[in-house]
């Protein structure tokens, strides 16, 4: 019997390498099994091609995700990172109108936000300890 109601798929490894390892290696085969959407086409039909590769069986197309997912939580922040430098230089240009149709594909960027980069930081922490 290759796995049982309480411990899923990894009913395979017994009463070896620990109840502990063996749930972490359950959700990662949870994971890895569930339908994910392709970020092309929005079609279920997202497949795992080799480790960290993830290839769309309707579109063919192909990218770099995680080992076990095709969407990372680390791939995740630096994508936020990226928008928000991207829109740190877009927010110099506040003066055109033309900006507001370029702020529209951006996530979290709203005309009232600041966004500060390290220059500015490190600017104002110079003069405020010229203060004391």
Same mark, same amino acid.
């Given at each position: 019997?290759?796995?049982?109601?309480?411990?899923?798929?990894?009913?395979?490894?017994?009463?070896?390498?620990?109840?502990?390892?063996?749930?972490?290696?359950?959700?990662?085969?949870?994971? $890895?099994?569930?339908?994910?959407?392709?970020?092309?086409? $929005?079609?279920? +039909?997202?497949?795992?091609?080799?480790?960290?590769?993830?290839k769309?069986?309707?579109?063919?197309?192909?990218?770099?995700?995680?080992?076990?997912?095709?969407?990372?939580?680390?791939?995740?922040? /630096?994508?936020?990172?990226?928008?928000?430098?991207? +829109?740190?230089?877009?927010?110099a240009?506040?003066?055109?109108?033309?900006?507001?149709?370029?702020?529209?594909?951006?996530?979290?960027?709203?005309?009232?936000?600041?966004?500060?980069?390290?220059?500015?930081?490190?600017t104002?922490? /110079?003069?405020?300890?010229?203060?004391?």
């Open positions: 019997m290759a796995g049982t109601k309480k411990v899923g798929s990894t009913g395979r490894y017994g009463a070896r390498y620990g109840a502990k390892l063996r749930r972490r290696v359950l959700d990662i085969e949870k994971k $890895a099994s569930e339908p994910v959407r392709c970020p092309s086409c $929005a079609t279920k +039909a997202l497949k795992r091609q080799a480790v960290g590769l993830w769309c069986n309707k579109c063919d197309l192909l990218f770099a995700g995680g080992a076990y997912v095709p969407f990372t939580e680390a791939g995740k922040a /630096a994508k936020r990172a990226i928008a928000q430098r991207i +829109a740190g230089d877009f927010l240009l506040r003066d055109d109108e033309d900006i507001e149709d370029v702020l529209d594909f951006l996530p979290n960027i709203h005309e009232d936000e600041v966004v500060l980069d390290a220059e500015t930081v490190s104002s922490e /110079a003069t405020d300890t010229d203060d004391e």
